[in-house]
């Protein structure tokens, strides 16, 4: 018998492709050490005697992935979002970001963000912090506690931002990012690493680009940004950057696209062909965040394009654009917002399904991390176990729809009984 | 001191206009009998002795009004978006209120609906039931046992439904409605009042929406529809109606929207300038179901202009198109979607502001009940006690914006602590 090893008993459904699910009700998830060892109808001889979790009717899926939101906005969600991107940014987010120089401060913050996250459905994120390398260190200390698995960035940012909130250079930046790195090299984080972070291009300058591009390669980094999101976005890096032809060039142009670590964009909401050529190019991740794209009045993201383009598109909540850690709300909004797009902007996309939005909420935004977001062999075991019963029915339904209606009622009578993030139960 | 007094005590937050909050932080809401007496920094002298509840740290609002959604949906709801209305009606509407011929499953899911309508933000609510008499007065039983004032309506469909959810002609729809009314007369609901509901101009012939016309005349009944959702209903009423010239007058031509019942159209996300005519010379409720709206790829309706013209907006869920019983949802969904609609459809209009928002589904909705939905003097005591100290922050925030982000996060650590319908309490 295996030591390392156990099953989980319930309802089990995850994705076999894009678009659709496979579905084992009543089976068994056998995990052995921090993998799924497969999917079984019944426990197969050679597990016989290892620790069965019962979960019998409760749903058991892989766990989300949220690859794009903003650690210290979320003190302030649900708030504030009578503007747009731009003057969002200096009205309500960078004065909320000020406050994380002081390290009382982001210390109750983060604890609050870290516990609200561990009660999530979100098993991986990749997380934008703020400029303070302190700050930054803490909401990693914070997040290593509660075992989830997350890339955290401390924002570089040298131009363009109010005097409380702006680097004085790109020497300093660039200084202050590489202390960062030294010190969470220094404290061995099991489940926590560190991605570079330039907020945006408006907000940093050629020489910090150019600056993070090369250390992004010398380190062999991921790196994280926004891109396309806002019409008056777009055209302010146009002015600020005469000579690119589109956005994404931006960051291509200083070789923050280029090395071995990953990169993925936040929001890609109006990219033009020739900027999607350099996503594919660059096998950049898109982040998509549909409630963030409402909220902010910024638009709706293309995504049934990235996928027919056979890019890597993953899902983000964007807090605090977005209201919610909950990327089962992120899925549903996912869905919703490509059926509005349907409608009023462009018929020969066709509309995303609920499948589809589970699909790059585990897979799709997974694969950023690895072998992470499905239930086939050898994939890390991330694992929720929910607790449908208080969506209450007199319907008979099997797992695949009730795993529809939870992204839309996960709030409304759902519980998550379980968590697991590769094999470890942290919930 | 007076009997039937007693005060609230809490944050107390309330629409003074369209788009400004009233607020009396740590203040008194008086409520003597079924009214509201008046909201007060400190209890009024006259006051002194009555019973109060003292609810500080809590906010303190108006009910919410839902005035418009399905109840034989509700045990679907999360499931089937995957369609346009009319596809959505003839695969997963129709088959599921077909069951509501047979009363132990009426029973079994009434039972379920009415709990969480009691249980959810809703304080008055205008429903559809199904075409099935007896079923919709098991439906008027439960809703009554709740405590929640309704408007409930015997659905009318005569014609273009499958067999197994059509009436036989008009002549039996109309002898099946009032025998429905005799009986809900001679029940002598206190909370429960019946609704004329023909269930929209595609599934009911010109016979039937004539006597329908009559009827409420005759008995001076108010009467519920569905208008303008979906651009292919809007061309199978041409193609049905061909001597009309707008959707709206169909509705119009047999007398529907006239006598002294008041009449609520939900959706309206196309009118023409010919049919807001129509619903302005006959002071029409329009309810707005933005979440509908968006799962069932229908379009955003353009409230911006309703409420420019001084028409009648309030808001409804309408589950099953929509998800959720929420109208803190609602509230959230239609300031985003106003957001999406002035971004990607027409700029003229400006977006929904969380207040305005409010508004709508406190006073705007609440006047098809009389004087209902607002803290003043004489208005109907429907209360909801809420307290948010679960959504956490270290932000110290006023008690506005805690409504404001209230209506993001309901479901994300808030709690409704007590709830009152005229001045009685439910929860």
Redesign the interface.
């Known amino acids: 018998m295996l030591q390392n090893a156990f099953a989980i008993h319930g309802d089990i459904v995850w994705s076999k492709s894009l678009d659709q699910l496979e579905c084992v009700p009543d089976g068994y998830l056998v995990v052995v050490g921090d993998q799924v060892q497969g999917v079984y109808p019944q426990l197969p001889d050679e597990y016989q005697g290892i620790h069965v979790e019962g979960q019998a009717g409760h749903l058991v899926i892989p766990g989300l992935n949220d690859i794009h939101l903003h650690a210290p906005q ?6 504030g ?2 503007l747009e991107l731009l003057d969002w940014l200096n009205t309500h987010t960078f004065p909320e970001e000020r406050k994380y120089a002081d390290l009382d ?1 982001a210390g ?2 983060y604890d ?1 963000f870290a516990d ?1 996250l561990l009660h999530s459905p979100t098993t991986r994120a990749v997380v934008f912090g703020t400029m303070h390398v302190e700050a930054t260190e803490l909401l990693m200390d914070r997040l290593e506690a509660t075992g989830l698995v997350t890339y955290v960035g401390k924002v570089n940012m040298d131009r363009n931002s109010p005097d409380y909130l702006c680097e004085k250079d790109a020497a300093s930046s660039l200084a202050d990012t590489r202390r960062w790195l030294d010190n969470v090299e220094r404290k061995h984080y099991q489940h926590t690493r560190p991605i570079l972070t330039p907020r945006f291009t408006p907000t940093c300058s050629d020489e910090l680009m150019a600056g993070l591009g090369q250390l992004k390669q010398e380190r062999g980094l991921p790196l994280q940004s926004h891109l396309s999101e806002n019409l008056s976005e777009i055209d302010w890096v146009h002015g600020l950057c005469p000579w690119s032809s589109c956005y994404g060039q931006t960051y291509e142009r200083f070789g923050q696209l280029d090395g071995d670590g990953k990169v993925v964009m936040a929001h890609c909401n109006y990219s033009t062909d020739e900027e999607i050529d350099i996503l594919k190019r660059h096998d950049v991740y898109v982040a998509t965040c549909p ?1 963030s794209n ?7 993201a293309p995504i049934r394009r990235y996928l027919d383009e056979g890019m890597h598109v993953g899902l983000g909540t964007d807090v605090a654009g977005g ?4 990327m089962f709300r992120a899925m ?1 909004d996912l ?3 490509s ?7 462009d018929q020969s996309l066709t ?1 995303l ?2 499948a589809e939005a589970f699909y790059i909420a585990t897979v799709g935004g997974g694969s950023f991390f690895g072998k992470v977001g499905s239930f086939r062999k050898g994939y890390q075991a991330d694992i929720l176990v929910l607790d449908d019963s208080g ?5 008979d ?1 099997d797992p695949t ?1 009730r795993l ?6 996960d ?2 009578g759902g519980r998550m009984a379980q968590k697991y993030v590769a094999g470890r139960r942290v919930l």
């Open positions: 979320y003190a302030f969600r649900g708030l979002m009578d401060y109750r913050a609050i609200d409630q409402m909220q902010l009045s910024s638009g709706i209201a919610t850690l909950s549903a869905v919703g917002c059926k509005l797009r349907w409608r009023l902007v509309p399904s609920p969506v209450r029915t007199p319907l339904l729809l529809e209606r939870y992204a839309y009622l709030e409304e």
